[in-house]
């Protein structure tokens, strides 16, 4: 006798990926875009999310320090194909056994209350000394009251 099928076993687990800074929507590194460029499908935008931290201004981009008592970031949770996450890694200029200013790591992030396991590309407190906080946690209104 055959057992039933179970599909939710033979699926892939949803990757999600957490953006926020140039690969949110309509910034320089859009990750939608990214997608469309190499053939990839597109990633489904799941809805606006926040993740604490102390969000500074490199110029061009954003970084996030983790800091669970920081500033609620604002960003997008994304679910993506597993293709898309070696050209943000490249995106990122995250390499195995690199030096990188980015590392790609996994975090709760709040999604309508609820945690949502995602990719997160944070960077490290060393490489923020001396740079602006961006105190409202949300890089594209920083960036457009700039201009």
Do not use: K
Not at 40 to 52: M, Q, V
Not at 56 to 74: E, H, N, S
Not at 120 to 128: E, G, M
């Amino acid at each position: 006798m055959s057992q039933p099928m179970n599909h939710s076993a033979a699926r892939p687990a949803a990757i999600h990926v957490f953006v926020y800074g140039t690969l949110r929507a309509g910034e320089a590194n859009d990750l939608r875009v990214a997608a469309a460029a190499r053939g990839i499908p597109e990633p489904e935008l799941l809805g606006p999310a926040t993740l604490h931290g102390r969000l500074y201004d490199f110029g061009a981009y954003p970084g996030l320090v983790l800091d669970p008592t920081g500033t609620a970031v604002r960003g997008d949770i994304y679910r993506i194909d597993a293709a898309l996450v070696p050209v943000l890694d490249e995106i990122e200029e995250v390499y195995p056994g690199g030096d990188a200013l980015f590392v790609r790591e996994n975090h709760a992030v709040v999604l309508g209350g609820s945690a949502v396991d995602c990719i997160v590309y944070p960077v490290s407190a060393q490489h923020v000394a001396g740079l602006p906080v961006i105190t409202g946690g949300d890089w594209v209104a920083h960036r457009l009251a700039r201009v």
